[in-house]
């Protein structure tokens, strides 16, 4: 069973057991995370598209640790006129375990 979700403006695969690294969360190691932001399911059997998200579906997880990504180098420079910058960046991100992916039964059935 694998879900895509929604996290911070980006999408991720995740599927039970896993961990995952997702755009900073303000959440402290150990701390447990629901993420409603469910875009496509997939049991193994069936895939259930959202339309944007699937009604229902929710994926649990803990928070393992908070860090920084590899530093990426922005350099700029011009020509002939002695100017030059150079700039490093460590994105942060949160390390979580995925626990559970789950779905709840449409209201009404």
Do not use: C, W
Not at 9 to 15: E, L, W
Not at 30 to 57: Q, W
Request: glycine content about 12%; aromatic content about 6%.
């Amino acid at each position: 069973m694998y879900a895509i979700i929604q996290s911070g403006g980006k999408q991720y695969r995740v599927a039970e057991g896993r961990r995952v690294k997702l755009e900073k969360l303000f959440k402290n190691a150990g701390d447990e995370v629901r993420i409603e932001e469910v875009l496509v399911m997939n049991d193994g059997s069936s895939t259930i598209i959202g339309n944007p998200y699937v009604e229902g579906a929710s994926v649990n997880g803990k928070v393992i640790s908070q860090g920084k990504g590899r530093k990426v180098i922005v350099f700029k420079y011009k020509r002939r006129k002695d100017s030059k910058t150079k700039k490093g960046h460590r994105q942060p991100y949160t390390e979580v375990l995925v626990e559970k992916i789950s779905m709840e039964a449409p209201h009404g059935a």
